[in-house]
């Protein structure tokens, strides 16, 4: 297995999620050719969405007590940053503090403090081990999902990437390998989307296109377009899973005709 020193930086692939102009030339090219981290970065971008979808309507409610607690626990923050939380710090240190839990960093237990009246002491912060706890937060947070202040921490009542309502398995049809899997989520607002994941890539002669069947198909709906193994496609209001149950992914060919082209690469039903 590949290091982990190779793949793009967890920090690069949060600001990529929220579209923000981020990494290097030689970053862009690896995420075209490494299917790890373009999965990453897709799964990044359905979190901030979801975020966005929210809107700043949102309720938020404050957390126990014992939340910051446990966060800064979790991140290794050390007891300045617990005890800057209960205190309440100044503007500066909480600005300090709230980029420390965003790089995911921390600073040696044998740092010494800055001299009264002095200038502040710079130490290094050791690197964050990569992991999935660190991107989803890094994106949480700038997300608007996570909101710190004067040394408190708002949480959305409701966190990404929603509810899931129903799910199914894509498995292959007669000349196709590839499978895959569904997911039917609801978004704090109450609006719907169909998740698609595929395992690998199938080599269509077209493009794919994501549909909801009736178990005798003998009704479609047609979502939309599949742009690598990958989608997040939004459901209309009022459609009836339960007469339309069976998620299907085909080739289409370019030839301008919205009908399904008969040829089916994975099917599953939701469990509706």
Do not use: N
């Not at 939380?85 to 960093?105: I, L, Y």
């Not at 502040?120 to 909101?147: C, F, Q, T």
């Not at 690998?200 to 005798?216: H, I, M, Q, R």
Request: hydrophobic share 45%; glycine share 12%.
């Amino acid at each position: 297995m590949p290091s982990d020193d190779l793949h793009v930086d967890d920090e690069t692939l949060a600001l990529l999620a929220l579209g923000e102009q981020a990494g290097t030339p030689d970053d862009a090219a690896h995420l075209t050719a490494c299917e790890r981290c373009a999965h990453e970065l897709a799964d990044l971008r359905d979190v901030a969405d979801l975020a966005r979808e929210a809107g700043p309507a949102a309720e938020l409610v404050a957390p126990a007590p014992d939340v910051w607690d446990r966060v800064a626990a979790e991140l290794g923050l050390g007891e300045r940053a617990h005890a800057a939380a209960h205190a309440g710090a100044t503007d500066a240190a909480d600005e300090g503090a709230t980029a420390a839990v965003r790089s995911g960093a921390t600073a040696p237990a044998d740092a010494a403090p800055a001299a009264a009246g002095g200038p502040a002491v710079v130490v290094p912060l050791r690197a964050r081990s990569r992991g999935v706890r660190g991107r989803w937060l890094a994106v949480a947070a700038a997300a608007g999902l996570v909101l710190g202040g004067a040394g408190a921490t708002m949480w959305w009542r409701t966190s990404a990437p929603g509810t899931v309502l129903a799910s199914a398995t894509l498995e292959p049809l007669p000349g196709w390998s590839e499978t895959g899997s569904a997911q039917v989520r609801t978004a704090p607002d109450g609006t719907r989307s169909l998740v698609v994941d595929l395992d690998d890539a199938p080599g269509v002669e077209g493009y794919l296109e994501v549909w909801l069947l009736k178990p005798d198909v003998s009704g479609l709906v047609s979502l939309g377009t599949l742009d690598g193994t990958s989608g997040t496609f939004a459901l209309p209001p009022g459609l009836d899973l339960a007469q339309f149950p069976v998620v299907d992914v085909s080739d289409e060919p370019m030839d301008g005709d919205p009908a399904h082209s008969g040829v089916s690469v994975v099917r599953g039903a939701l469990d509706v």
